[in-house]
């Protein structure tokens, strides 16, 4: 089976395992509340950014999809936060969702770091 480059990242295949588990998450929540579709997009958003983003020749134009990829993650967090509150997945779900989102953009941040002499957060 051909491989890409990023498909060898680990915050890739992370962000890739954290849609998994949002796929599942959401096989709960009925598909009429708003959310859903929120993070189903910005979860998807992640992998997808990270591969675009490796796939660029210049540091720059990498950081920025990196960016957007970190961006969407802690989009995604934000949406666990408002399905707890609205009482839609329980606190294990939230922190297990959250869990991953951590590895992911610190990961992310590690790139963002790697690829920008300029950058510090």
Same mark, same amino acid.
């Given at each position: 089976m051909p491989?890409?480059?990023?498909? &060898?990242?680990?915050?890739?295949?992370?962000?890739?395992?954290f849609?998994?588990?949002?796929?599942e998450l959401l096989s709960?929540?009925? &598909?009429?509340?708003?959310?859903?579709?929120q993070l189903d997009r910005a979860a998807c958003s992640v992998p997808l950014n990270i591969a675009e983003g490796n796939g660029k020749f210049t540091? &720059?134009?990498?950081?920025?999809?990196?960016?957007?990829?970190?961006?969407?993650?802690?989009?995604?967090?934000?949406c666990l936060d408002v399905l707890a509150a609205k009482g839609l997945i329980g606190d294990g779900q939230q922190t297990n969702g959250k869990d991953k989102l951590v590895r992911v953009v610190q990961m992310?941040?590690?790139l963002i770091r790697a690829n920008s002499d300029e950058r510090e957060f």
């Open positions: 491989s890409f480059d990023h498909e &060898k990242l680990s915050v890739y295949q992370a962000s890739i395992e849609v998994a588990f949002a796929d709960d929540v009925p &598909k009429s509340v708003a959310i859903c579709n540091p &720059k134009d990498r950081c920025r999809f990196f960016d957007i990829a970190r961006g969407s993650a802690l989009e995604c967090a934000a992310l941040v590690g």
